[in-house]
């Protein structure tokens, strides 16, 4: 099993900035992506980003590229989501998910998940 827990998450100012955290314990060798993931009300689970274990690899969905960035810290291995100029369109739950592949954007491709945790963006 692998445990994944979120921080970071908050209110925030439309053109502002946060980070998120996903920190990972468990049988981490077993893991070989994490990806980010958002649900609104009513919408459906959304890819945000993604990356490969060793930090080398890293994929996005159109509506963020420019604006988020995807990293992992090779000693300690949280991975971060860095997210600036926020919109309300932003306002989410937000999931970090873990994967034995990597490269994927489906929500199926991943095995482990986290609680989530809430973003709101004010207009």
């Known amino acids: 099993q692998v445990q994944l827990v979120e921080s970071g998450g908050g209110l925030v100012q439309a053109g502002g900035s946060l980070r998120l955290s996903c920190a990972a314990s468990?049988?981490?060798?077993?893991?070989?992506?994490v990806g980010w993931f958002r649900q609104a009300p009513g919408k459906e689970r959304e890819f945000v980003a993604g990356i490969s274990w060793s930090g080398l690899n890293t994929w996005y969905v159109d509506s963020v590229k420019g604006r988020f960035t995807i990293s992992i810290d090779n000693a300690q291995k949280p991975v971060y989501l860095h997210m600036n100029s926020l919109t309300p369109e932003d306002t989410a739950v937000y999931h970090c998910a873990a994967s034995p592949d990597y490269g994927s954007s489906q929500p199926r491709q991943y095995r482990y998940w986290g609680q989530g945790t809430q973003v709101t963006v004010s207009s």
């Open positions: 468990g049988r981490t060798f077993s893991v070989y992506g």
